[in-house]
């Protein structure tokens, strides 16, 4: 089968109620030697392994999971919220977001008090609450089960789900390279976030392929949100070359970036590429719609969660991003014949 079965899978394969799939589970002594039978046929069937999601569904804990996060951009905290509450939906548990400031010192206890107030049976982490060490020493030394979302350190700590990030800036910033961009324009994402060095990384590494100097005075920090961008925009194009293409490292940033391309009446994309990260929503509603990776977000999310169901042996996915073209890059502008 493409996809794990679930507990409601068996139910409907042996024709019967999801309780009482759950009772077989547990060696529940009330049921008919005919109907285990069934259900353990029909777990045979669809190799369905017992799972952190039938614990919950027998009714021997919270019904609940959590998912933690800590991000600016609320584009990409609706898809990964949307595919954490997916999977979710199909073993009928429910899903707690909560989000924290990884920056404050009591994070760690913030947590612990979250799985103790609400007895959650598991925790999903995003970026950069996955890579946050008072997080994961207060999980480990509360033995909860968690899965982690794009982690950038120690990966055979837990079970984890990611992308290439160095990889996809790679190919954005080839993409703008082989257009005939030279001077390429980078803006970082938050330093909190591992996957901000990744995507700098991976722009620095296209370069050098083709032989362009890296020059520090063409990137940028930024932090995930519109506001940077547009700051990060003001220093790249009051410099005295200013960059033809400009890739930020998501989508809010590089909206940003348009804004202040717009304010300067700086003509989009014939003076001016701009090119961001994840493929939000916002790629598709700003003008002219923005050249991106898409990151698969809601999958992203749903995977985490289906590992974090399934529980037994670490184990780490890693999902295919993809570069989507739109109307937000071209070719540089020629230039000016100064002859005279």
């Given at each position: ?22 009772r077989?589970?547990n ?10 039978e ?17 614990r ?27 595919g ?41 982490l ?7 060490d008072?997080?994961l ?6 033995d909860?089960p ?52 990744d ?58 970036v348009?804004?202040e ?23 598709r ?26 529980g ?16 937000s ?12």
């Amino acid at each position: 089968m493409s996809e794990r079965a679930n507990i409601r899978d068996v139910a409907a394969r042996a024709g019967v109620a999801v309780k009482t799939v759950s009772r077989v589970l547990n060696g529940h002594r009330y049921v008919r030697d005919e109907t285990r039978e069934k259900v353990e046929a029909a777990m045979r069937e669809l190799e369905f392994r017992p799972s952190i999601a039938a614990r919950i569904l027998s009714g021997a804990k919270s019904h609940q999971i959590a998912l933690i996060y800590d991000n600016h951009s609320p584009y990409y905290m609706h898809q990964i919220q949307i595919g954490c509450w997916a999977r979710c939906h199909e073993e009928g548990i429910r899903l707690l977001a909560q989000p924290v400031d990884v920056a404050d010192p009591r994070v760690g206890d913030q947590v612990r008090g979250l799985v103790s107030e609400t007895h959650v049976d598991g925790i999903v982490l995003s970026s950069p609450v996955t890579d946050c060490d008072p997080v994961l020493r207060a999980l480990e030394a509360m033995d909860v089960p968690f899965v982690r979302i794009s982690p950038g350190t120690n990966h055979a700590l837990t079970s984890s789900v990611f992308m290439d990030d160095a990889q996809a800036a790679d190919d954005m910033t080839t993409h703008l390279i082989n257009l005939g961009h030279r001077r390429i324009g980078f803006i970082r994402g938050h330093p909190n976030h591992m996957a901000s060095g990744d995507r700098q990384f991976g722009y620095r590494r296209a370069l050098d392929r083709a032989g362009i100097s890296y020059e520090p005075q063409l990137v940028c920090e930024g932090e995930f949100d519109f506001d940077s961008g547009v700051a990060a925009a003001r220093v790249l194009l009051d410099l005295d070359e200013p960059p033809t293409a400009i890739f930020a490292s998501n989508d809010d940033m590089a909206a940003g970036v348009l804004a202040e391309a717009h304010d300067r009446g700086i003509e989009l994309p014939r003076e001016l590429s701009v090119a961001g990260f994840d493929d939000t929503t916002l790629a598709r509603t700003v003008w002219p719609p923005l050249t991106t990776i898409h990151q698969p977000m809601a999958e992203l999310a749903r995977t985490a969660t289906d590992l974090l169901l399934a529980g037994g042996v670490i184990a780490h996915r890693r999902l295919p991003h993809q570069l989507v073209e739109r109307g937000s890059v071209a070719p540089p502008p020629k230039p000016r014949n100064t002859a005279g």
